[in-house]
């Protein structure tokens, strides 16, 4: 599936047909949509999986210049996407990804979204709970690149960015901090962390879930930064259970809203 943004095409992996709803998976900075691959089956019961490559990834359009892998940019590419589906919509967002959903929810609000999932992600990766996190310990191009290599080594990417991708959405994820935002998010949220997240300590995941007024934290002991590559039956088991009580949730409120409508005020 190929989606048309202000800047380019992306392109994006489905799985399901059309259904009550939609779930759009983001995936994390080195990585593509191929990293959702082993749990989008299992998600596409009676719905739609989309899962995007972000800018700079796979098929879709690779800008020159770092300075166009800025979280806003991948937010509106994100609101490309979400534009192509009708009905509620789930949003996911892995390490990166959570990111660039908090920013697409700062820059377009709620919407149609039904619900949040942040895996493994963080609202300021340099300073939540004073934990700090560095994905990349290199300043130079070169040094920057070798880091990626080995990052993507360490967490079993078959499939990655360019480096021109990684080194500017770096620039802006390194800088970003959603803090502030978190408590006015008013989605059911589920905030699910590996105990022995490596890249982003389970610290921000707990300081995120305690910020958010509707978030429900789960921590799973052993696992490190890719929570669906360590126990993919038990990822979709968990996020089905999340989906459904989200697009229940969200069936309630539309049909309080039908009621509301149909009474003469």
Not at 61 to 70: E, G, I, Q
């Amino acid at each position: 599936m190929l989606v048309e943004t202000s800047d380019g095409m992306l392109e994006c992996l489905t799985a399901g047909q059309t259904g009550a709803g939609s779930v759009v998976l983001v995936h994390g900075i080195q990585g593509t949509a191929s990293v959702w691959k082993p749990v989008m089956g299992s998600l596409s019961t009676n719905r739609r999986v989309i899962a995007p490559h972000l800018r700079g990834r796979a098929g879709s359009f690779s800008p020159d210049t770092a300075a166009s892998y800025a979280l806003s940019n991948f937010a509106s590419d994100l609101h490309s996407v979400i534009n192509t589906i009708s009905g509620p919509v789930l949003l996911i967002g892995w390490s990166m990804g959570g990111f660039v959903a908090l920013e697409y929810l700062t820059r377009f609000g709620t919407g149609r979204l039904i619900g949040l999932g942040l895996i493994s992600s963080s609202p300021c990766i340099k300073a939540t709970a004073g934990i700090g996190a560095t994905w990349f310990k290199g300043e130079t191009s070169e040094e920057l690149a070798l880091d990626a290599l080995a990052r993507a080594e360490r967490l079993q990417l078959t499939e990655t960015a360019t480096d021109t991708a990684v080194a500017g959405s770096w620039m802006s994820v390194s800088m970003a901090d959603y803090r502030a935002m978190l408590s006015a998010i008013s989605l059911p949220v589920l905030v699910l962390h590996g105990a022995d997240d490596g890249e982003c300590p389970v610290e921000h995941g707990r300081a995120m879930a305690a910020a958010i007024p509707n978030a429900a934290l789960e921590v799973w002991d052993g696992c490190g930064h890719v929570p669906m590559s360590f126990d993919p039956g038990r990822f979709t088991e968990k996020l089905n259970r999340f989906i459904l009580d989200c697009e229940r949730m969200g069936n309630r409120c539309a049909q309080k809203q039908l009621i509301f409508n149909s009474v003469d005020h």
